[in-house]
Nanobody, 131 residues
Framework: QVPLVESGGGSVQAGGSLRLSCAAS???????????MGWFRQAPGKEREGVAR????????YYADSVKGRFTISQDNAKKVLYLQMNSLKPEDTAMYYC?????????????????????WGQGTQVTVSS
């Protein structure tokens, strides 16, 4: 069973919206308050960067400065699905987007910032924004 499966990528014009989904049925427990999930992205020729992350209890949220006010991360713990609502998309948002799942060290701690701090990741979904 593949732990994480992303969907929802595509091609849009600048200013448009997309909603990414990540099915995590094989990666996390819906009752684990220390579970962490995040979205990362990697553009050609650039390093992978964190976009947004959320703790299992929903209390710890993080957004990269470049997406604050435009992207919203959310989760449905019962369905084990992670979402990324992306509005006001810009050409610089063009990248392969990856979902990741893991755990934080203790309750209340922030979720891991780096992709390597997660235990599972998906195959990625491409987002292309044209000007």
């Amino acid at each position: 069973q593949v732990p994480l499966v992303e969907s929802g990528g595509g091609s849009v014009q600048a200013g448009g919206s997309l909603r990414l989904s990540c099915a995590a049925s094989g990666a996390i427990s819906s009752t684990d308050s220390n579970a962490c999930m995040g979205w990362f992205r990697q553009a050609p020729g650039k390093e992978r960067e964190g976009v947004a992350r959320i703790s299992g209890d929903g209390r710890r949220l993080y957004y990269a400065d470049s997406v604050k006010g435009r992207f919203t991360i959310s989760q449905d713990n019962a369905k084990k699905v992670l979402y990324l609502q992306m509005n006001s998309l810009k050409p610089e948002d063009t990248a392969m987007y990856y979902c990741a799942a893991g755990r934080r060290g203790w309750y209340g701690a922030p979720c891991p910032a780096l992709f390597g701090g997660y235990d599972y990741w998906g195959q990625g979904t491409q987002v292309t924004v044209s000007s």
